[in-house]
């Protein structure tokens, strides 16, 4: 009995590149955009303009702020600190090879070159604010100025380029002009309130921070105090917004701060029980109302002659 012919072998099929792509969408961080997003969003409502016909420039600035810049400079970031990854956070794309060899930096160069031309679109206002935006993620993270290995300069750097730029940038762009003082002193609060927010996110990279030499300040102050002035930096700004918005005559507005605050202090005790345990459990519930009474903030302002 003659042997079946053996069919000939199917092809190789060429490697997916699904792998891939999840690999650079986790890089980019989509948990990281809504800040950025927010922010822009809270610009746009304080600015006064009419959505109705500005709307595709309000998108564009939102889609910008978030999975663009701020995805550009958590690719930046997550290159520049691979090795500190490796101690705090294996898993991620690049120390656990996902993303080999200089894949990673090559996402960041693309999504920087991304985030000038989409800023571009915007006009001369959402260009400078762009660009300010790519020097500061660049210099937060990359050498030699790594603003990062200090606390203070890295979170403040952070903290103004997620919150204040992109609510300013969004009022000019918006307003064509620039930002009436009052929209850019509340804007800054929240910047400088954000501070606390991002010492906050430092719990979670403690071992790796004080391996490598980065002053975090859960490393320079320890956990305890940490958690206190971030807690105080996060209160004072708001408390100054809700007593502006008072003396601006939108008393409601204000009261709603208030008391959004009054229930900040509230979970900040429990927080400052046990600041490393419970810093996760603070950003769901104390940071959501923080950037709630944002665009309570912003709403006001919009009603502000």
């Given at each position: 009995?003659?042997?079946?012919?053996?069919?000939?072998?199917?092809?190789?099929?060429?490697?997916?590149?699904?792998?891939?792509?999840?690999?650079?969408?986790?890089?980019?961080?989509?948990?990281?955009?809504?800040?950025?997003?927010?922010?822009?969003?809270?610009?746009?409502?304080?600015?006064?303009?009419?959505?109705?016909?500005?709307?595709?420039?309000?998108?564009?600035?939102?889609?910008?702020?978030?999975?663009?810049?701020?995805?550009?400079?958590?690719?930046?970031?997550?290159?520049?600190?691979?090795?500190?990854?490796?101690?705090?956070?294996?898993?991620?794309?690049?120390?656990?090879?996902?993303?080999?060899?200089?894949?990673?930096?090559?996402?960041?160069?693309?999504?920087?070159?991304?985030?000038?031309?989409?800023?571009?679109?915007?006009?001369?206002?959402?260009?400078?604010?762009?660009?300010?935006?790519?020097?500061?993620?660049?210099?937060?993270?990359?050498?030699?100025?790594?603003?990062?290995?200090?606390?203070?300069?890295?979170?403040?750097?952070?903290?103004?380029?997620?919150?204040?730029?992109?609510?300013?940038?969004?009022?000019?762009?918006?307003?064509?002009?620039a930002p009436d003082a009052r929209l850019a002193l509340v804007a800054l609060l929240y910047g400088v309130g954000a501070h606390g927010i991002m010492?906050?996110?430092?719990?979670?990279?403690?071992?790796?921070?004080?391996?490598?030499?980065?002053?975090?300040?859960?490393?320079?102050?320890?956990?305890?105090?940490?958690?206190?002035?971030?807690?105080v930096v996060m209160a004072l700004p708001q408390m100054g917004v809700a007593?502006?918005?008072?003396?601006?005559?939108?008393?409601?507005?204000?009261?709603?701060?208030?008391?959004?605050?009054?229930?900040?202090?509230?979970?900040?005790?429990?927080?400052?029980?046990?600041?490393?345990?419970?810093?996760?459990?603070?950003?769901?519930?104390?940071?959501?109302?923080?950037?709630?009474?944002?665009?309570?903030?912003?709403?006001?302002?919009?009603?502000?002659?």
């Open positions: 009995m003659a042997r079946p012919t053996p069919s000939p072998a199917a092809p190789a099929s060429a490697p997916s590149s699904w792998p891939m792509a999840m690999a650079v969408l986790e890089l980019l961080k989509p948990i990281t955009w809504f800040p950025p997003m927010w922010a822009f969003a809270c610009g746009v409502v304080a600015s006064g303009a009419s959505l109705t016909q500005a709307w595709p420039t309000a998108l564009l600035g939102i889609v910008l702020a978030g999975p663009v810049v701020c995805g550009m400079s958590q690719a930046v970031n997550d290159w520049f600190d691979r090795h500190v990854d490796a101690v705090n956070e294996p898993q991620r794309p690049i120390p656990s090879g996902r993303l080999p060899g200089r894949a990673g930096l090559w996402v960041a160069i693309g999504w920087t070159a991304l985030s000038i031309g989409g800023g571009w679109l915007l006009g001369p206002w959402g260009f400078a604010g762009t660009l300010l935006g790519v020097a500061l993620a660049w210099a937060y993270s990359a050498p030699p100025l790594r603003l990062k290995r200090d606390g203070w300069t890295g979170n403040a750097a952070c903290a103004l380029s997620y919150e204040t730029l992109p609510w300013i940038t969004a009022a000019a762009v918006l307003s064509g002009g010492t906050l996110n430092d719990f979670k990279s403690i071992e790796g921070d004080r391996r490598f030499g980065i002053l975090s300040l859960p490393v320079r102050l320890g956990a305890d105090r940490a958690a206190l002035l971030a807690c007593v502006l918005l008072l003396v601006w005559d939108a008393p409601w507005h204000g009261m709603v701060i208030g008391v959004s605050l009054l229930v900040q202090l509230v979970c900040m005790r429990r927080l400052l029980g046990d600041p490393r345990g419970l810093a996760p459990w603070y950003n769901g519930t104390g940071v959501s109302l923080y950037v709630l009474g944002m665009m309570v903030s912003a709403a006001a302002l919009r009603g502000l002659p």
